[in-house]
């Protein structure tokens, strides 16, 4: 089985620092793990993910994330917030890139001027 | 391409009464899924299937069905809704080749209020 857990249900960093949102894994296979971004009265877009290639993955709109099977870890970092960048971000994981996803209860970023 | 489109985006419903979600996409994909997202508890899937004829349950099947006639069709059921199932609800297709799947795709969800 499969399952994430986003460590913040609330984030709020100031426009231009740095955004680091967590996200710790738990699976029983080899993980593809994936983080999605929701707008306001929107659907999910995908902003990255891992399927076992490169542990640093780059993602849209300047977003990464470093897989690190140490720690269980897949966080999500931007290394300068952007006012556009507030909205919930959700962590998931499957056993495999397209299989039923298992979503963490995500994170709701605030980013203020 | 539509991609994957729901319909409708808003619907309220009484307590008791019936209703379906319309889930289409227009690229082939083999693998849909049906996911409702409630506050503080992510997304939790509900049902799913790998091909016209074949469903399954998810995490969270009770009070829904579904069926896959087509490739392009997923439509979910409510038989008797009961406000439990007030949600936002959201669909999601995937390409699949030779055991080899694709990143999810998801509609733009469908808000359901049960009074």
């Known amino acids: 089985a499969q399952s994430v857990t986003q460590l913040g249900s609330h984030v709020s960093v100031s426009e231009g620092a740095l955004v680091l949102l967590r996200c710790n894994y738990s699976?029983?296979?080899?993980?593809?793990l994936f983080w999605y971004v929701q707008y306001p009265n929107q659907g999910l877009q995908l902003l990255l993910k891992?399927?076992?290639?490169?542990?640093l993955v780059k993602g849209i709109n300047g977003f990464e994330a470093e897989f690190k099977k140490s720690e269980t870890s897949f966080h999500l970092t931007k290394p300068s917030a952007h006012m556009s960048d507030a909205a919930e971000y959700f962590c998931?994981?499957?056993?495999?890139?397209?299989?039923?996803?298992?979503f963490g209860k995500g994170t709701s970023l605030l980013v203020t001027p | 391409n539509a991609g994957v489109t729901q319909t409708p985006k808003f619907q309220v419903l009484k307590t008791g009464q019936s209703m379906t979600l319309q889930c289409a996409q227009d690229?082939?994909?083999?693998?849909m899924s049906w996911y409702r997202q409630d506050p503080g508890m992510g997304l939790r899937l509900i049902h799913y299937?790998?091909?016209?004829?074949?469903?399954d349950q998810g995490e969270v099947p009770n009070g829904y069905n579904v069926s896959r006639s087509t490739t392009e069709d997923f439509p979910l059921r409510l038989l008797s809704a009961a406000p439990s199932q007030t949600s936002v609800y959201f669909c999601?297709?995937?390409?699949?080749?030779?055991?080899?799947?694709?990143?999810?795709?998801f509609g733009p969800g469908t808000r359901l209020t049960v009074l």
């Open positions: 699976s029983s296979v080899p993980p593809y």
């Open positions: 690229m082939n994909h083999e693998y």
């Open positions: 999601a297709s995937t390409w699949t080749s030779g055991g080899k799947r694709d990143e999810q795709f």
């Open positions: 998931a994981v499957s056993r495999g890139s397209g299989y039923a996803l298992n």
């Open positions: 891992y399927t076992s290639a490169a542990t």
């Open positions: 299937s790998v091909g016209a004829g074949i469903t």
